[in-house]
């Protein structure tokens, strides 16, 4: 097996996303240290992580099929018990894993 040849410009774009990404977030994070927000401000950022994963993956369920329509209501309930955002998309993950060798 061959070693892994990368090209120096995929490579320069992979650190400039990279160094882009985390300016980003270290960014938001001291400017929102500096300021002093409000209850709704507040309650809007943390539903954001929600309205997100929405946003990403509502436009997928519009062409899935009966896996994926499944995995979404497993989501739906893992969620509305758990409150816990990263054990629905993993639930979710392995419920359209299952269901699409099943289905």
């Given at each position: 097996m061959g070693r892994l040849q990368l090209e120096p410009f995929v490579v320069a774009v992979?650190?400039?996303?990279?160094?882009t990404t985390y300016a980003t977030?270290?960014?938001g994070l001291w400017?929102?240290?500096r300021l002093t927000?409000?209850?709704?401000?507040e309650s809007g950022l943390e539903m954001l992580p929600g309205a997100i994963i929405v946003s990403i993956l509502g436009p997928e369920l519009t062409s899935a099929g009966p896996a994926e329509w499944s995995a979404a209501v497993v989501v739906l309930l893992v969620m509305w018990r758990?409150?816990?955002v990263l054990l629905a998309?993993?639930?979710g993950?392995?419920?359209v894993?299952?269901?699409r060798g099943v289905l």
């Open positions: 992979i650190l400039a996303m990279s160094v977030k270290a960014g400017l929102l240290g927000v409000s209850d709704r401000v758990s409150e816990n998309l993993i639930s993950v392995s419920a894993l299952l269901f």
